[in-house]
């Protein structure tokens, strides 16, 4: 059974738009990790939460962990092209370093 | 910033040989290194963790034998599928990490095998 689950597993929007990626564990995670893939290509490293309830941002992306540190969302706030490819969450759920992957949402930004 | 390389970042191999992917470090010390493997339009599932100057930790499933490890210095591991196959196809990505535990995981470009 799949251990993270995502939605949407593929989203379609208009440059401009605002979206949202959502990440759940039946688990209490001890980390989670957003990671951006380009088909065929390694993974960027986007943003990592740690504690419930904690956000970050970074440019027009913002990450929250709730406060049961079960679930994660990644908002894109304007959406560019740029910002197209696959989006991963990633859940460490053993403090040793592994990490369980959802499967992805592949985001498609339209001109 | 942590940058991760593999090499070679594509091969082609024929059934019954053994291919051997590198995994460096390019600007920090890597206690942890991370092997995973991705089917196409599949997510990434851990193969290995590997500790520098210890034996590997397969995961469930993935066989030791026929995905040797080798972590010999803090910027390098390699991965070895032996007697490779054509269901070993696959795209196999490392992650470097400075310590071991919850930190930062800088992940490589990926290696695309193709086995004929």
């Known amino acids: 059974s799949q251990e993270l689950e995502q939605s949407p597993q593929s989203l379609i929007v208009q440059e401009g738009k605002n979206l949202t990626i959502n990440c759940t564990s039946s688990?209490?995670?001890?980390?989670l990790y957003w990671y951006k893939q380009k088909y065929g290509e390694g993974l960027i490293f986007l943003m990592m939460?740690?504690?419930?309830?904690e956000e970050k941002s970074h440019e027009k992306i913002t990450a929250k962990l709730d406060e049961k540190k079960q679930q994660s969302s990644l908002h894109i706030t304007a959406s560019q092209p740029s910002h197209a490819g696959i989006y991963l969450c990633?859940?460490?759920?053993?403090?040793?370093?592994?990490?369980?992957f959802g499967q992805g949402t592949i985001l498609t930004v339209h001109p | 910033g942590a940058v991760v390389s593999q090499h070679p970042s594509r091969v082609i191999c024929k059934s019954g040989t053994s291919v051997k992917i590198e995994c460096r470090s390019l600007?920090?010390?890597?206690?942890?290194m991370f092997w995973y493997r991705q089917f196409p339009k599949k997510s990434l599932m851990l193969m290995a963790t590997?500790?520098?100057?210890?034996?590997?930790?397969?995961e469930q499933g993935v066989e030791k034998d026929k995905f040797l490890i080798n972590h010999a210095s803090l910027t390098l591991s390699t991965l070895t599928v032996t007697s490779a196959h054509p269901e070993d196809s696959s795209f196999y990505i490392c992650?470097?990490?400075?310590?071991?535990?919850?930190?930062?995981?800088?992940f490589g470009p990926g290696t695309r095998l193709t086995v004929l």
């Open positions: 939460l740690q504690k419930g309830g």
């Open positions: 688990k209490t995670l001890y980390g």
């Open positions: 992650s470097a990490s400075r310590a071991s535990g919850s930190d930062e995981q800088f």
């Open positions: 590997s500790n520098e100057g210890s034996k590997a930790t397969y």
């Open positions: 990633g859940a460490d759920k053993s403090s040793y370093g592994k990490l369980t």
């Open positions: 600007d920090f010390q890597a206690t942890t």
